[in-house]
């Protein structure tokens, strides 16, 4: 168990919809990331929050969204839901902002575009 | 544009065979990752190389960074079958600010 919680753990869909993910960092950790990971891309970086603040944009696309709430609590929102966004989407988490920070991954949830 | 390479993407060995694993990029990072992905799971760390030319040992595996920071390999001594998984590197690159590129993956089955 890495700290890191994530829900919901599935959630089936159908294309034009909008969803919300949510994710709680481990206890201490400012940094929260949000990662998509698909079969024919791999993992791939979206977004990063510091403290509340966005830190880092990675191939993050305009229908999708995210914020990091005082509590240090984030969420993901995706819109326009496309049948290619079915993927499965982790948060991490960790302590700063360095380049050698140990991240820590949640359980994913894994999102099905119907 | 797929900036880490791993390879291979596949790999079926018996136990107590050694393998080595390779992630190659043209462009330079900061530090580099190993991750170990198991199915249902997120990617778990595995080790932090920082320095060009650093080695570092797990118990049975070890990780190299490259000289030039380009490149890192991951070799696996006497495998075995907890050892299956989806190996990911991921190299952090400073442009501002850091941002974490992952590699495409080799997944590894070591059977009994």
């Known amino acids: 168990d890495s700290g890191v919680t994530q829900t919901p753990k599935h959630l089936i869909t159908a294309t034009g919809q909008r969803v919300t993910l949510r994710c709680s960092p481990r206890?201490?950790?400012?940094?929260v990331y949000w990662y998509q990971q698909s079969l024919d891309q791999g993992l791939q970086f979206l977004i990063q929050?510091?403290?509340?603040?966005?830190?880092a944009k990675g191939n993050i696309l305009e229908r999708f969204s995210a914020q990091q709430f005082p509590d240090l609590h984030s969420e993901l929102n995706l819109s326009s839901l496309e049948l290619g966004d079915s993927a499965l989407y982790f948060c991490?988490?960790?302590?700063?902002?360095?380049?050698?920070?140990?991240?820590?991954f949640g359980p994913g949830t894994r999102l099905l575009v119907l | 544009t797929q900036l880490l390479e791993q390879s291979p993407q596949f790999l079926s060995i018996q136990e107590g065979e050694n393998l080595t694993v390779y992630c190659n990029s043209s462009?330079?990072?900061?530090?580099l990752q190993w991750y170990r992905q198991e199915p249902g799971e997120g990617p778990v760390l595995l080790v932090t190389?920082?320095?060009?030319?650093e080695v570092k040992k797990l118990k049975r595996l070890t990780f190299q960074f490259g000289d030039a920071r380009k490149d890192s390999s991951l070799h696996i001594t006497a495998a075995q079958p907890g050892d299956t998984g989806l190996y990911l590197c991921?190299?952090?690159?400073?442009?501002?600010?850091?941002?974490?590129?992952f590699g495409t993956g080799t997944r590894l089955k070591v059977l009994a």
């Open positions: 929050y510091y403290n509340g603040e966005e830190r």
């Open positions: 462009s330079v990072f900061s530090s």
């Open positions: 991921a190299g952090a690159k400073a442009s501002g600010t850091y941002k974490y590129i």
């Open positions: 206890s201490g950790d400012l940094s």
């Open positions: 991490a988490s960790s302590v700063g902002t360095g380049g050698s920070e140990t991240q820590y």
């Open positions: 190389v920082v320095t060009g030319g």
